[in-house]
């Protein structure tokens, strides 16, 4: 059990609502902290349904959102600028448009240069240092679009162009963003795996019983890209919060007390 669990703290809670409340109390704690070390914060989001009840909780904590710059971890190609499933949009609509923000800094799908796009992100990411990664795992086991296809422990670049899989296209139609799969987008941008992982602190948040499997497989299966979300595993600083739909896999010696 000190094997599989070696470095993250893993907590169990019994509703999707509890379990974003704790995620948001942890993240303003830590935004706290590291304010009063640093000027400024700077944190990478997630954006899908399974980050509703953190990102609504987090906008009830008392933060200095004037000093802290956001970025989102992903973003489809092609998809039209006002379209509500673009990520940037989910974001902006829950979160990034209702705080004074020091600076948000939105990923483009639309632009007719994507590397361009990549290049850009980049660089901005390379200037602001990632304090904390606020993240979810996918059903196939992806962190942001680094689906098991893509999925690269090593790669090189910060921020590159994908081929959506699958089983990650058909999630966003299960969780209701699109109506059918042909509607999904094929090709996105993301941050990849070694950009995700140099965050200081990791805060995961994983609701819903369609979870299970991945958040089973994080904890059990060897660390290896064809299960992306094992490679957290490795970092010193993961949080993770699970729901009991999320959490009914595992074993109960992995969850910290209350």
Wanted: net charge negative; with cysteine.
């Amino acid at each position: 059990m000190e094997d599989v669990n070696r470095m993250m703290r893993v907590k169990k809670y019994a509703t999707r609502q509890a379990m974003g409340l704790a995620a948001a109390l942890a993240v303003a704690s830590q935004i706290g902290r590291l304010l009063q070390q640093q000027e400024e914060v700077n944190i990478i989001f997630a954006a899908a349904p399974s980050q509703n009840e953190f990102l609504a909780a987090l906008l009830l904590q008392d933060i200095d959102w004037t000093r802290i710059n956001v970025f989102h971890m992903d973003e489809y190609i092609g998809l039209p600028a006002d379209a509500p499933q673009g990520f940037g949009h989910f974001l902006q609509y829950r979160l990034f448009g209702r705080v004074p923000l020091r600076t948000v800094h939105y990923m483009n799908g639309n632009v007719p240069d994507p590397e361009g796009e990549c290049a850009r992100y980049t660089r901005l990411l390379h200037e602001h240092p990632t304090d904390i990664v606020c993240l979810g795992i996918g059903e196939n086991g992806h962190l942001a679009f680094n689906d098991p296809p893509v999925a690269d422990f090593e790669d090189m670049k910060t921020v590159k162009i994908v081929t959506l899989d699958g089983v990650c296209r058909q999630q966003q139609v299960n969780d209701g963003c699109f109506s059918a799969l042909a509607d999904v987008p094929a090709r996105a941008l993301t941050v990849t795996i070694p950009a995700l992982m140099k965050g200081r602190f990791l805060y995961c948040t994983v609701p819903a019983a369609s979870k299970a499997a991945a958040v089973y497989n994080t904890f059990y299966k060897k660390i290896s890209p064809e299960y992306p979300s094992t490679i957290l595993r490795t970092h010193p600083g993961v949080f993770m919060f699970l729901d009991e739909a999320s959490a009914r896999l595992l074993d109960e010696r992995l969850f910290e007390p209350g």
